[in-house]
Nanobody, 122 residues
Framework: QVQLVESGGGLVQAGGSLRLSCAAS???????MGWFRQAPGKEREFVAA????????YYADSVKGRFTISRDTAKNTAYLQMDSLKPEDTAVYYC????????????????WGQGTQVTVSS
C-alpha cells in the first residue's frame, strides 16, 4: 500500500516559482511517480512523470522547459519544481503512483494524494 501527501501549493505571480512536494509511504521505490493537474471545468491532465529509480523524465509539452520532476530517496519524497509560472498553470496539482512503466493516462494510476492548489496571478 502506498500513501501520498502533497504540499507546497500557493499563490504566486506570473513568472514566479513554486516547488511541490509529495511525501510517500510504502514501498515507493518500485513505482512510477506522476504529477497531474486539474483546472476548474477541465479534465485532469498529465504534467510530468518518472520511474522512482529510472533516469528518464517525461513532461507535457505545456510545461517542458519550465517544470522539473525529481525525487529524494532518503526522504521518500517526490518534487515538482515549477518555474516561469503562467496564469494557465493555475490548477489543483496531484501526485500519483503506479507500478511498472510511465503512462500519461491518469486512469492508469492507482494511488493519489489529496491535491494542492496552485494559483498564478497575472
Amino acid at each position: 500500500q502506498v500513501q501520498l501527501v502533497e504540499s507546497g501549493g500557493g499563490l504566486v505571480q506570473a513568472g514566479g516559482s513554486l516547488r511541490l512536494s509529495c511525501a510517500a509511504s510504502g514501498r515507493i521505490r518500485s513505482y512510477v511517480m506522476g504529477w497531474f493537474r486539474q483546472a476548474p471545468g477541465k479534465e485532469r491532465e498529465f504534467v510530468a512523470a518518472k520511474s522512482w529509480n529510472g533516469p528518464n523524465k517525461y513532461y507535457a509539452d505545456s510545461v517542458k522547459g519550465r517544470f522539473t520532476i525529481s525525487r529524494d530517496t532518503a526522504k521518500n519524497t517526490a518534487y515538482l519544481q515549477m518555474d516561469s509560472l503562467k496564469p494557465e498553470d493555475t490548477a489543483v496539482y496531484y501526485c500519483a503512483a503506479k507500478t511498472t512503466y510511465v503512462t500519461y493516462n491518469p486512469g492508469d494510476y492507482n494511488y493519489w494524494g489529496q491535491g494542492t492548489q496552485v494559483t498564478v496571478s497575472s
